[in-house]
C-alpha cells in the first residue's frame, strides 16, 4: 500500500501555463514534505519542502500548499518554462528528513 | 563539490551473477541510503544506514544486501540478481542530524538490467 499516492501521472501544459501535481499521505506522524526535481539520466535533486505547521511555501516560480486535515498537499509551477520539464516527485518524512516515502512521480512536458 | 557518486551508471547482468554497485558520498554524511525507483512507484527505500557497521531494512530489502564499513561507503551487494530487480537504483546521502530536517542527496543512478 502506498503511503503517499500523487497524481497525475503526467502533465503537458503551454509555456505560461501552471502545472499542478497533487499528493495525499495517510501517516499522521510524517512531519516534513519535500519536492523532488528529476530530470532525464540525473537523481533527483530537493526543490522546496514544507513542514505541516505552515499552509504555504514559496521559492521563486514555485509553490507548495499544505491541507493538513485533508492530509495533502500540492505543488504549483507559475509561469512554468520547457526547462521545467522533468519528472516531480513529492515525499513525507517522520524522521527529520532521513528517510523518505515518495510519491509515484508526475511527469511534467512544459511546450514551447 | 559536494556529491555521491556511483559505478557502474550501467549494468547488464544474468540471472544468479553476483555484482556490487559501489557508492560514495564525500560530505561527511552519517545517513546513507539506497533506492530503488521503477515506473508509477517513485523511489522505495531498500535499505538504509546511520552510521558505521550500522544498518537496517528498508522498505523493500528483499534479495538485496549492504555493508557500512568506512563512513563515505555504502555499497549495494545482490548475491543472486534476479529478473524483478531490473530497476533504477540510486543512493543518497544526508547529514542525518534529527535535531533538524535534513536535505537527501543523490547521485547520478545506476541502471541494471538482470536477464
Known amino acids: 500500500q502506498q503511503q503517499v499516492k500523487q497524481s497525475p501521472q503526467s502533465l503537458i501544459v503551454q509555456k505560461g501555463g501552471i502545472p499542478i501535481i497533487n499528493c495525499a499521505y495517510e501517516n499522521t506522524a510524517f512531519d516534513y514534505f519535500p519536492w523532488y526535481q528529476q530530470f532525464p539520466g540525473k537523481g533527483p535533486a530537493l526543490l522546496i519542502a514544507i513542514r505541516p505547521d505552515v499552509s504555504e511555501k514559496k521559492e521563486g516560480r514555485f509553490t507548495i500548499s499544505f491541507n493538513k486535515s485533508a492530509k495533502q498537499f500540492s505543488l504549483h509551477i507559475m509561469d512554468s518554462q520547457p526547462g521545467d520539464s522533468a519528472t516531480y516527485f513529492c515525499?513525507?518524512?517522520?524522521?527529520?528528513?532521513?528517510?523518505?516515502?515518495f510519491g509515484g512521480g508526475t511527469r511534467v512536458l512544459v511546450k514551447p | 563539490e559536494a556529491q555521491v557518486t556511483q559505478n557502474p551508471r550501467y549494468l547488464i547482468t544474468v540471472t544468479g551473477k553476483k555484482l556490487t554497485v559501489t557508492c560514495s558520498q564525500n560530505m561527511n554524511h552519517e545517513y546513507m541510503s539506497w533506492y530503488r525507483q521503477d515506473p508509477g512507484l517513485g523511489l522505495r527505500q531498500i535499505y538504509y544506514?546511520?552510521?558505521?557497521?550500522?544498518?537496517d531494512k528498508g522498505d523493500v530489502p528483499e534479495g538485496y544486501k549492504v555493508s557500512r564499513k568506512e563512513k563515505r561507503n555504502f555499497p549495494l551487494i545482490l548475491e543472486s540478481p534476479s529478473p524483478n530487480q531490473t530497476s533504477l537504483y540510486f543512493c543518497?546521502?544526508?547529514?542525518?542530524?534529527?535535531?533538524?530536517?535534513?536535505?537527501?542527496?543523490f547521485g547520478p543512478g545506476t541502471r541494471l538490467t538482470v536477464l
Open positions: 543518497a546521502s544526508t547529514l542525518g542530524d534529527r535535531r533538524r530536517f535534513n536535505e537527501q542527496f
Open positions: 515525499a513525507a518524512s517522520e524522521a527529520a528528513g532521513n528517510k523518505l516515502t
Open positions: 544506514s546511520m552510521n558505521v557497521e550500522v544498518t
